[in-house]
């Protein structure tokens, strides 16, 4: 496995990303979309786990037009109120339109890197909702989308992602924290209708006992069991979808 750091050119800058490639050439890949603490160490162990499975993984840099921003503590960060404003300001400023844009120049990035065939996203908190925005807007080339601890997935927000079901042609998966106030049951509920009514194959799932956050190794919220069973889901999701 190979991870370099790349420059990919957007229609507002330039993102910064690392790509991750694997031992043998594929043409399956995967965008991660990043959480409020923005490209790390963790998310690139996570990229490449899943590169280990045959899958070219790119982690681009949502908040790229701030410039030089953190790093963060995910442990510790939203408890200095400082770095909390600081963080949910990229996080208001980067909206869902500028990712969809965005994403249009991350999937060229993974095209050029060899990785032309189906191509699975998965974000995690903020980027959940990106994971499942940006299924709608490249049905064409997104076969696989899932989202964990993702955050306003069917909010009363014009691009709450439940809005846009009717675009997504791939599959979906989301595995929810078992309480997590950013994503409550009536959420829950109303993006299940909206994914059904849209004939959308898709599963929702409740990790009872993990809290938001829980997926990610340096998060204060990780939990080792219910991070192993979030990898065995998104495994399995996505070798059913990429391969």
Not at 31 to 51: Q, V
Not at 138 to 144: E, K, S, T
């Amino acid at each position: 496995m190979m991870l370099r750091d790349i420059e990919i050119k957007t229609a507002d800058g330039v993102a910064k990303a690392a790509l991750v490639m694997p031992p043998a050439p594929s043409k399956a890949g995967v965008i991660l979309y990043m959480d409020a603490f923005g490209p790390r160490a963790a998310l690139y162990d996570m990229a490449e786990r899943l590169t280990g499975e045959g899958y070219a993984v790119l982690v681009p840099d949502l908040f790229y037009r701030f410039g030089t921003y953190g790093p963060y503590d995910a442990r510790t960060a939203f408890s200095d109120e400082k770095l909390r404003a600081e963080i949910m300001g990229m996080v208001g400023g980067t909206t869902q339109e500028m990712t969809q844009r965005d994403t249009a120049a991350f999937l060229d990035a993974l095209s050029e890197n060899g990785a032309t065939g189906p191509i699975g996203v998965v974000g995690y908190c903020m980027g959940g909702g990106r994971a499942l925005n940006a299924a709608a807007a490249y049905p064409d080339r997104i076969v696989a989308a899932a989202s964990f601890h993702g955050g306003r997935l069917a909010s009363d927000a014009p691009d709450s992602p439940h809005n846009s079901a009717a675009k997504i042609k791939a599959r979906v998966y989301v595995g929810t924290a078992g309480v997590d106030g950013s994503f409550p049951p009536e959420q829950s509920g109303r993006l299940a209708e909206a994914l059904r009514i849209a004939g959308v194959d898709h599963i929702i799932e409740n990790y009872v006992g993990s809290d938001h956050g829980w997926c990610i190794a340096d998060h204060g919220a990780y939990n080792e069991k219910g991070a192993e069973r979030h990898w065995q889901r998104l495994s399995t999701f996505f070798a059913e979808t990429l391969r």
